[in-house]
């Protein structure tokens, strides 16, 4: 809906027909063993654009299932090769320099760090590349190998600063994402400022340096120091989970389009941690639901064809055949965990977030023109690969 010069967000669509919808593309990925994920996942992403309204008109998804496959052989091909020679490499030279192969081990998923981030970079440029809000699409710059350099650097610093550095690290590099993002021909600024930042995360170090002390008395031999350990590790949990949402509230508030369109958004911790306890609860719950069916549906058949069965043949069952039921164990567990995460926790999330959108500045709309089209054919391949968000 818009008011006066400001529109707010919501989300259409209930919960039912997204459930619906995860079964029936979680039963297609299992038959394909995994095949059908990458249309799946479209149909699901597809879905949950459509039900984010801004003033009323809906956002669209527009990207193809193809251009996912393509981008996922492509990314598996690259981290194969690299898992097939680097690691190697790092291993062997660990092996005759230290006479073990765990520094090299360590080396080697050091290094993968770097391609996690290139990753998560080019996986939101594909979502924004793909995404449109009134006709118009959204789009990124490239800049993946960028990102990835200054993830890596403002980490190193955040680690060796005893994490002081973590609220410039992340304001680094919502600014680097937001600096590349137009939406048609404007580009979007960033003014959220780094001093706004501290507050909120002052309270994890207060718990991180809290527990190592208690830690600390605990290994000098005080007794009561256990206790003090429990509360402010609850508490240093409790600090990170309200920094992350305090802080993508100050950083989304942060972003501007244009010269005159303005984000406000204002999530509240507490209904966070109460979508991911519930959502993640009911989820559990389905899932028991979901296997204590498959086993009853499995002995039922069982017990009908006993007498047609010649029990004693399993003993020899080709361990392809126990590969395979093994993959169908696999798929059917974990790709429904993660399609019922969908449904139950990050859904909710999107409606609660959407519900405390607004946009300021809504008369500039009208004047921003499509800009130039910025298509990704390979699309968010080393993203699926690295399973972020069970894709979303």
């Not at 309204?53 to 193809?66: D, H, M, N, S």
């Not at 309200?242 to 509240?268: E, K, T, Y």
């Not at 039922?300 to 055949?321: C, H, K, M, N, V």
Request: charged share 15%; aromatic share 14%; hydrophobic share 55%.
């Amino acid at each position: 809906m818009a008011t006066n010069d400001t529109l707010t967000a919501q989300m259409d669509g209930g919960r039912g027909h997204l459930l619906a919808l995860v079964f029936k593309t979680t039963a297609l990925t299992v038959l394909t063993l995994g095949l059908y994920s990458f249309w799946g996942r479209t149909r699901i992403r597809r879905w949950i654009w459509s039900s984010l309204r801004v003033g009323g008109a809906p956002f669209e998804y527009a990207g193809r299932p193809l251009e996912k496959l393509m981008g996922f052989v492509i990314a598996a091909v690259i981290v194969a090769i690299y898992l097939g020679l680097v690691v190697m490499v790092l291993i062997f030279a660990s092996l005759n320099l230290a006479g073990s192969p765990g520094p090299g081990t360590f080396a080697a998923f050091a290094l993968l760090l770097p391609v996690y981030w290139f990753a998560k970079y080019r996986g939101q440029r594909y979502l924004l590349n793909h995404t449109r809000w009134r006709g118009i699409a959204f789009s990124m710059e490239p800049g993946a190998a960028g990102y990835a350099v200054r993830a890596v650097g403002w980490s190193l610093a955040s680690v060796l600063t005893l994490g002081i550095l973590v609220p410039l690290r992340a304001h680094r590099l919502w600014r680097y994402r937001a600096e590349r993002t137009f939406f048609g021909d404007q580009r979007f600024g960033f003014v959220a400022q780094v001093r706004d930042l501290y507050a909120p995360f002052g309270l994890v170090l207060a718990g991180l340096y809290g527990t190592i002390l208690f830690i600390a008395l605990a290994e000098a031999g005080y007794d009561a120091a256990s206790i003090g350990i429990f509360c402010t590790a609850l508490f240093l949990v409790w600090a990170w989970i309200n920094w992350r949402v305090v802080s993508f509230r100050i950083l989304a508030s942060g972003l501007r389009c244009g010269d005159g369109i303005a984000l406000r958004v204002n999530p509240r911790t507490s209904v966070v941690i109460l979508i991911h306890l519930l959502g993640w609860l009911l989820t559990g719950v389905l899932l028991v639901a979901t296997v204590i069916g498959l086993a009853i549906a499995t002995g039922a058949f069982a017990a009908g064809t006993a007498s047609q069965i010649d029990w004693s043949r399993l003993e020899d069952a080709s361990p392809y055949l126990i590969a395979l039921a093994l993959a169908l164990f696999y798929l059917t567990f974990f790709v429904l965990r993660g399609a019922l995460g969908i449904a139950m926790v990050t859904f909710p999330l999107f409606r609660h977030v959407a519900g405390t959108l607004d946009v300021f500045g809504a008369g500039d709309i009208h004047m921003i023109q499509r800009g130039e089209a910025a298509h990704m054919a390979d699309a968010d391949g080393f993203a699926n690969l690295f399973d972020m968000g069970s894709g979303i």
